[in-house]
C-alpha cells in the first residue's frame, strides 16, 4: 500500500516538507477554496498538483470532491450540479488524479461529543459520549421527537444532565457537534447569519420525509449518472462510510454496515464504484465485523483508513491507538496488501500529543499523533509484506 497523508493545502501548517521527512509518498487533498457544488478548473487542479510534486510527493487521492446536499437529496438543482461534478471529475482525470474519496451523509461528516478527551498517558483523543449527544439533540438542537431515538435510560440521563450542565459545557458541545465539522463541509457555522444552531436546523430542514429507501435511490441515480465519466477517464469513486455508523438527528444513513455496503456496490455494479474502507468509522459500531468486511470488500476497496475505536459501556466509543483496540490492524494490512494493487493508505485521527494542542491543527488531524501512527503501520507493513515474501 501507498503511504499517504491528508494535508489541507499550502495553509497547513503540516508542510510538505515535513511529510516527506517522515516516509509519506502520497498526498491526500482537495481544492478547499471551492465550497460544495463548485467546478474544480483544470489550471487550479495542476497548479496544486505541480506544488505538491516540488516537494517530491504526488497528489494520489481527491478528499474530497464533495457531493452537495441538494445532490443528495434531490433538489431541482439536482441534475445541474451532477454535470459540474461529472466536468470536475474529467478535469481530475486529465491530470493523472483517479481516486476520489466521498461521502452520502446528510449535512455532517463526522460526529464526536469531545475533541480533547484526556487519556491516561496524558494525550488526548476524540470521544464520542452518547448522554452528552443525546442532550444536544433534545435539549440544544430541541429536535422533534428526538427522545424516541434513544434508549428510556439514556433520556433519564439526559434529563439528570440538564440539571448539573453548564453553559460552558453546551458550548463546547455545540463546538464539537457542529460547529467544527461543518468547517470540513459547508463552511464555519458563524454568528453572522444567526447563530449554528438555527443555522444547522436550517441544513437540515431539506431531508424531512426523506427516509433510508429514499437516500438509497438518491446514491444510485448520482452514481449511474457519473459512471460513464467514471469508465473513461478510469475514476475510482469509493465511498466513505458513515462515522458513527448509526442514525444520527433523525437523518437517514445509508453506509453504517457490510449491508449497506452490498447494496451500494451491487446498485451500481461497476469496479470505479467502490469503497474507502475506514476501519475506524466502521468499528464504532458493535454491529461490525471489520476484518470480515475488508476480506469481501478488498477488491471494490480504492482507498484504505487504518485506525480503530475501542467501544465502551454505555454507547460510547474513543479513537483507539494504531496498535489497539477492536480492530486488528495487522490483519487488515495482510487482507488489503493481498490485493497487489497500489492502494493508497492513510492512518487517521491519531492522538493530540507533544504539543500538537498548541499548534492549531484541525481535530483529529495532529502532527505527532499521526506521526507516531504512520510509523507504527509502516511496520505493520513491513513485517506483512516479510510475512509474504517468506511463504
Not at 40 to 46: F, M
Not at 121 to 148: C, M, N, P, S
Not at 166 to 195: C, H, M, R, Y
Not at 332 to 343: A, K, N, P, S
Request: hydrophobic letters at 40%; glycine letters at 8%; proline letters at 5%.
Amino acid at each position: 500500500m501507498e503511504k499517504t497523508w491528508r494535508w489541507f493545502g499550502p495553509s497547513d501548517k503540516i508542510t510538505l516538507e515535513m511529510l516527506r521527512q517522515i516516509g509519506v509518498e502520497g498526498i491526500v487533498t482537495a481544492l478547499h477554496q471551492y465550497a460544495p457544488g463548485e467546478l474544480w478548473p483544470e489550471a487550479d487542479i495542476r497548479a496544486l498538483q505541480d506544488y505538491i510534486a516540488a516537494a517530491g510527493l504526488r497528489w494520489s487521492v481527491v478528499e474530497s470532491l464533495p457531493v452537495s446536499e441538494e445532490i443528495k437529496y434531490a433538489g431541482p438543482r439536482r441534475d445541474a450540479l451532477i454535470e459540474t461534478y461529472k466536468q470536475s471529475l474529467e478535469n481530475l482525470g486529465r491530470c493523472g488524479i483517479h481516486t476520489i474519496c466521498y461521502n452520502f451523509m446528510p449535512v455532517l461528516d463526522w460526529a464526536r461529543t469531545d475533541l480533547e478527551h484526556p487519556m491516561p498517558d496524558g494525550t488526548t483523543a476524540l470521544y464520542f459520549d452518547l448522554v452528552r449527544f443525546a442532550y444536544f439533540d433534545i435539549k440544544i438542537l430541541q429536535r422533534e421527537g428526538a427522545e424516541k431515538d434513544f434508549p428510556q435510560e439514556v433520556v433519564e440521563k439526559v434529563e439528570a444532565l440538564d440539571r448539573t450542565i453548564t453553559d460552558a459545557e453546551k458550548e463546547q458541545l455545540v463546538d464539537a457537534l457542529i460547529v467544527k465539522t461543518q468547517g470540513f463541509v459547508n463552511g464555519p457555522l458563524g454568528d453572522g447569519d444567526g447563530s449554528p444552531v438555527a443555522r444547522f436546523r436550517a441544513l437540515m430542514e431539506p431531508y424531512k420525509g426523506i427516509d433510508k429507501a429514499q437516500l438509497r435511490e438518491n446514491l444510485r441515480y448520482f452514481l449511474e449518472a457519473i459512471m460513464p465519466v467514471c469508465r473513461q477517464w478510469d475514476m475510482r469513486m469509493c465511498v466513505h462510510p458513515d462515522d458513527p455508523p448509526m442514525q444520527i438527528f433523525g437523518l437517514p444513513r445509508i453506509v453504517c454496515s457490510a449491508d449497506d455496503i452490498r447494496w451500494m456496490l451491487s446498485a451500481v455494479d461497476d469496479f470505479h464504484n467502490g469503497v474507502t474502507f475506514c476501519a475506524g468509522s466502521l468499528s464504532a459500531g458493535a454491529h461490525n465485523d471489520v476484518e470480515a468486511m475488508a476480506r469481501e470488500f478488498a477488491p471494490r476497496t480504492h482507498f484504505v483508513h487504518l485506525r480503530t475505536c475501542s467501544l465502551l459501556p454505555g454507547g460510547n466509543f474513543v479513537e483507539a491507538p494504531h496498535t489497539n483496540g477492536r480492530v486488528d490492524l495487522v490483519e487488515l494490512v495482510r487482507i488489503f496488501e493481498r490485493e497487489g494493487r497500489d492502494l493508497p493508505m492513510r492512518v487517521d485521527h491519531g492522538r493530540t500529543m507533544l504539543g500538537d494542542e498548541k499548534r492549531g491543527y484541525n481535530a483529529g488531524y495532529s502532527f505527532h499523533g499521526r506521526m507516531l501512527a504512520l510509523g507504527q503501520v509502516s511496520g505493520m507493513m513491513a513485517a506483512v509484506q516479510n510475512e509474504f515474501k517468506k511463504q
